[in-house]
């Protein structure tokens, strides 16, 4: 089946994510809402169909290949296609010295952030070279953190030896 422009947006739950896929909606896009949490896409959901637009809420962990493959194959047989993937799901890892910092804690970071990021790009780059009529685009949503730090972590300056 196919519903217009389809858009898929990660980490739709809350925050940058809800507002994009609320964006979209808006535009007349069918946004595919997805996040690890039940309630939070439903709310995007309702708020995409409030404002006149149209949405649906798969949960999916980014971070896993099999995950990610299963929510894929589903927008292929609900949709047919792909035009946009904002990829936005992000995680943070707590704001310690980095001599405290798990390296659990670490690798999640790297799993969802980046990981996630490659796996669902590889997987809708296969949809959109694949459907009729080819393309689309993806859209990599980085923190800015790198560049604002959180008000509650002091900087670490290493002093010449």
Known sequence: ???GRIALVTG????????AAVALARDGWHVVAVGRRDHPLAETVEECEGEGGSG???TADVSDPESVSALFDRVRADHGRLDLLFNNAGTAAPPVPID???VEQWQ???DVNLTGSFLCAR???????????AGGRIINNGSVSAHVPRPDSAPYTATPG
């Open 123 to 133: 997987q809708a780059f296969g949809l959109m070279k694949s459907q009729d009529p």
């Open 56 to 58: 649906s809420a798969v």
């Open 108 to 110: 999640r970071v790297v």
């Open 100 to 102: 405290e910092l798990d």
């Open 12 to 19: 739709a739950g809350s925050g940058v994510g809800r507002a």
């Open 1 to 3: 089946m196919q519903d």
